[in-house]
Structures are given as C-alpha cells and as structure tokens.
C-alpha cells in the first residue's frame, strides 16, 4: 500500500557541505540518489518541477524491463538488474515486476533479432525460438506475416513505473537523503566543493551528479560540455478492443517488440495498459525533436506520422483492436547517436558525473545505472566495463574556459 505524501522541503543548515548533490529526480537521479545513501553518503537531491510531475522521461504507470537486448554488454547488466529490482520490491515491500514474458517479432533474416537470440542462447537464458504455428497458439490475437520470425524472452514484463520511481525516493528519504523539489538548478559553480545554485537556495557538496533527462544538454552548456544529444517527443498511444473481452486479450497480452516490421527501419513496441484499465499501450520507439519546455506545442502533421505508422501496425498485427488510438499522451526522449547511455565524469571536472542519453530504453536499467553513477561518485572502480557509455566515444570539443 502506498500513501502520497505530500513533499515538504527541508530546511538545509547553511554551513551543510553534502557528500554528494543529484540533480533531477527521475528514475536516474532517485536511483543514484538511493544508492548514495545506501553507502552512507550525505546526500541532497534537487528537482524543478513539485513531485510527482509528467514533464520529463519517467512518468507513467508502465514500462517493458526484458533480458533480450542485441549487445552483449546491456544483456549482461540486466543479470543484475533483475536481482537490484527484487531487492527494492523487498525493501519497499511494493510489487514491482509483473512477468509476462516479451514477444519479438521480425522479418527473416534480421541481424538484430539474430544477435538477441544468440545472446540469449549462450547466457542460458529462459526463452524459446517461436514457428509461426507456435507463435499463433500462444499469442492466438497476434497475426504475423509470412516469413516473419518469432520467439519469447520467458523473463520480460511490466514494471510499475510510477510506483517504482515513489518506492525509491520514499527509501531513499528513509536512509537520511534530503529532497527538495520545486527548486530548478540555475546555475552549477565547479571547484573541490561544488556550489549549487536554485531558485531558492544555494548548496554545497564534494560531488554532483546531473542526471537532468531531456534538460541534460541545457545544464551542461554552461559547464563547457556539448554532448550530440537530441530529445525527441514520443507519442504514448493506448488502444481499445474494437468488442472488449471478446478476444481474451487482456488476459494473455505479452509485452511485445517489432524490429523493422514492414519493411522500415523503425521498431514499435506494447504492453498491458495499467493506465486505462481495457487499453494496451503499443508506441512508436522514437519521434520528433522537441525542446522540453514546448513539448505540447508540435505541429500536428509530425505527429500524424509515427501515429499512421502504429495504426497500419495495429491493423495488420493485432486486428481485434481498434486501428485508431483511444488515447494519446507525451513523454520524451533523450537520444544519443548510438542509442547507448551515457555514464562517465565530465570531462574537465571529476567531481561531477553525469548520466543521461538513456534513449528510451533507460528505465529497466534504472537500479545498475543508479549503482554504476554512484560508484563513479564515489570513486569505487566501476562494476562494469564503461566504454560503451564513455563520452569520449563522441569526438566532441570540451570548452576548457568556461
Ligand atoms: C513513452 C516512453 C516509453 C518508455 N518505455 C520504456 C520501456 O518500456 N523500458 C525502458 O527501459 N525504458 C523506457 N523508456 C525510457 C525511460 O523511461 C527513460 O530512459 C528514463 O525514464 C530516463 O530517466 P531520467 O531520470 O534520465 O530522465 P527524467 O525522468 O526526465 O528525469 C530528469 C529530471 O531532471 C529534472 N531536471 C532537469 N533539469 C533540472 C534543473 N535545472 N534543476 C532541477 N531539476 C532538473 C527534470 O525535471 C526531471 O524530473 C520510455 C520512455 C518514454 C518517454
């Protein structure tokens, strides 16, 4: 059982210098933030908006978690993750993770799919490759094409995004962490001791870590660093059964991924709604660029596109659903080139360590990428080999006078 409480801001000391500030309170910051105080560390974290909020990348009752990932590396973080989620579920005592096994769906011979069944096969993990015939009994409401592969990652499912991100901060304030919110960041002072300054106060601590989502690029402009980030806003459609209960969807509906379906580059992606209890969520993984603070203000016919998209999908796939969304709503991306996260030091100042670049895809990683930024706060030798999300990948000029 949850209780909303509402956030009071508390009165920080003037003379506190904090082992570590975080600023920005989404999945990333609060799980960095938890293990901050996990290991002992006095910890301040820092949020614009009043929580909870649905301005940025983590709100929303629901999000796929899954092992099948086409890079060795993100299968591999994933071991972990299951278990860093069963531990939170324990400590809240909140359930988490609902299994329903993910479906993948993609034409023949297609490389990503062929890599994430490998991987999948040398790591011993729970899944089986699918026919089309086997594919049909078990998902009877699902219509592939002919020639289109198939199989199940037996361990993918639904995290409870919301409750997820509560049950983390609620932990995190249990263990002595400080948040405020309400309270946007304007201005970082580097130094041995960073200085933070919001709309309504200044603070001090050894280390920061930004983990500010689709507002990370504005954050750190200032501290002399561009990184080719790009936040797109992402249409988050749900769809009704055209005669409801009549298929028996809701009772067996898989989280789901199609990889270049119908011969485009694109993926779309579904799960069990718990938003709209009756609905499923099928979205379109990507969108149009969009400056956070006007994502509301995109012009129409951009959005009329990724949504065409999902309707030819939706009537192709899964027939016993409506082909037009009953409902439509926004949350936003934060791309890099490569789609791979970003988890490093910022180049010039050591102390200050960043994560962001999440591309849609950061969620299920929340907890290892939360332990991973704290690690590097602290100093602790990283759990895992970084290169894959070093800035240093990106070829990129670092402004050393500002
Ligand atoms: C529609 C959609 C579906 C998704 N589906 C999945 C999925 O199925 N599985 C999955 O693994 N991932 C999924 N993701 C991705 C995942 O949700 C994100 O990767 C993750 O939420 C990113 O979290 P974040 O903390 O980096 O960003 P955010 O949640 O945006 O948090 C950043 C915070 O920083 C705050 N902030 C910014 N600037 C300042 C400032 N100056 N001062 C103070 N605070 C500041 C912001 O207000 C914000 O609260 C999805 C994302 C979307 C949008």
Same mark, same amino acid.
């Given at each position: 059982m949850i209780t909303v409480k509402k956030q009071v801001n508390m009165a920080v000391p003037s003379n506190t210098v904090f082992d570590c500030i975080v600023l920005g309170a989404g999945i990333q910051g609060s799980s960095t933030a938890y293990h901050l105080a996990k290991n002992h560390k006095k910890t301040l974290l820092l949020e614009q908006?009043?929580?909870? !909020? *649905?301005?940025?990348? *983590? !709100?929303?009752?629901t999000r796929i978690i899954r092992r099948a990932y086409a890079e060795d590396f993100y299968t591999n973080m994933m071991e972990e993750t299951y278990q860093l989620w069963a531990e939170l579920e324990k400590e809240s005592g909140i359930k988490l993770y609902r299994k329903t096994g993910l479906l993948l769906i993609a034409p023949p011979g297609n490389e990503e799919f062929e890599s994430m069944c490998k991987i999948m096969e040398e790591r011993k993990i729970s899944w089986e490759p699918l026919t089309q015939e086997k594919c049909k009994l078990k998902y009877p409401d699902f219509f592939l094409k002919s020639g289109e592969v198939a199989c199940c990652d037996h361990d993918g499912g639904v995290l409870s995004a919301d409750k997820a991100l509560r049950a983390v901060q609620e932990q995190f304030q249990k263990m002595g962490g400080v948040i405020r919110d309400g309270e946007k960041v304007k201005h970082i002072q580097p130094g041995r001791v960073v200085t933070v300054t919001t709309t309504s106060g200044c603070f001090e601590a050894e280390k920061l870590v930004i983990t500010a989502g689709p507002w990370a690029q504005k954050v750190l402009s200032p501290l002399g660093l561009e990184l080719p980030l790009k936040t797109l806003r992402i249409n988050v459609c749900y769809w009704k059964e055209k005669i409801p209960g009549r298929s028996g969807l809701l009772q067996n509906f898989p989280t789901f991924l199609g990889v270049n379906l119908n011969g485009e580059e694109h993926e779309v992606y579904g799960l069990p709604s718990q938003e709209y209890p009756g609905l499923f969520k099928i979205c379109f993984h990507g969108g149009n660029e969009a400056d956070p603070e006007e994502r509301e203000l995109q012009d129409k016919p951009n959005q009329i596109q990724d949504i065409q998209i999902l309707c030819d999908f939706v009537s192709q796939?899964?027939?016993?659903? !409506?082909?037009?969304?009953a409902v439509i709503e926004q949350c936003m991306y934060t791309n890099t080139p490569d789609c791979n996260f970003i988890l490093d030091y910022h180049p010039l100042h050591k102390n200050i360590v960043i994560g962001t670049g999440f591309s849609g895809h950061g969620f299920k990683l929340s907890p290892l990428v939360g332990k991973i930024l704290c690690e590097l706060s602290i100093g602790k030798p990283p759990s895992y080999d970084l290169k894959p999300f070093s800035i240093t990948r990106f070829k990129i000029p670092i402004n050393s006078s500002m």
């Amino acid at each position: 059982m949850i209780t909303v409480k509402k956030q009071v801001n508390m009165a920080v000391p003037s003379n506190t210098v904090f082992d570590c500030i975080v600023l920005g309170a989404g999945i990333q910051g609060s799980s960095t933030a938890y293990h901050l105080a996990k290991n002992h560390k006095k910890t301040l974290l820092l949020e614009q908006f009043p929580l909870p !909020h *649905s301005r940025g990348s *983590s !709100h929303g009752q629901t999000r796929i978690i899954r092992r099948a990932y086409a890079e060795d590396f993100y299968t591999n973080m994933m071991e972990e993750t299951y278990q860093l989620w069963a531990e939170l579920e324990k400590e809240s005592g909140i359930k988490l993770y609902r299994k329903t096994g993910l479906l993948l769906i993609a034409p023949p011979g297609n490389e990503e799919f062929e890599s994430m069944c490998k991987i999948m096969e040398e790591r011993k993990i729970s899944w089986e490759p699918l026919t089309q015939e086997k594919c049909k009994l078990k998902y009877p409401d699902f219509f592939l094409k002919s020639g289109e592969v198939a199989c199940c990652d037996h361990d993918g499912g639904v995290l409870s995004a919301d409750k997820a991100l509560r049950a983390v901060q609620e932990q995190f304030q249990k263990m002595g962490g400080v948040i405020r919110d309400g309270e946007k960041v304007k201005h970082i002072q580097p130094g041995r001791v960073v200085t933070v300054t919001t709309t309504s106060g200044c603070f001090e601590a050894e280390k920061l870590v930004i983990t500010a989502g689709p507002w990370a690029q504005k954050v750190l402009s200032p501290l002399g660093l561009e990184l080719p980030l790009k936040t797109l806003r992402i249409n988050v459609c749900y769809w009704k059964e055209k005669i409801p209960g009549r298929s028996g969807l809701l009772q067996n509906f898989p989280t789901f991924l199609g990889v270049n379906l119908n011969g485009e580059e694109h993926e779309v992606y579904g799960l069990p709604s718990q938003e709209y209890p009756g609905l499923f969520k099928i979205c379109f993984h990507g969108g149009n660029e969009a400056d956070p603070e006007e994502r509301e203000l995109q012009d129409k016919p951009n959005q009329i596109q990724d949504i065409q998209i999902l309707c030819d999908f939706v009537s192709q796939y899964l027939p016993d659903l !409506h082909p037009k969304p009953a409902v439509i709503e926004q949350c936003m991306y934060t791309n890099t080139p490569d789609c791979n996260f970003i988890l490093d030091y910022h180049p010039l100042h050591k102390n200050i360590v960043i994560g962001t670049g999440f591309s849609g895809h950061g969620f299920k990683l929340s907890p290892l990428v939360g332990k991973i930024l704290c690690e590097l706060s602290i100093g602790k030798p990283p759990s895992y080999d970084l290169k894959p999300f070093s800035i240093t990948r990106f070829k990129i000029p670092i402004n050393s006078s500002m």
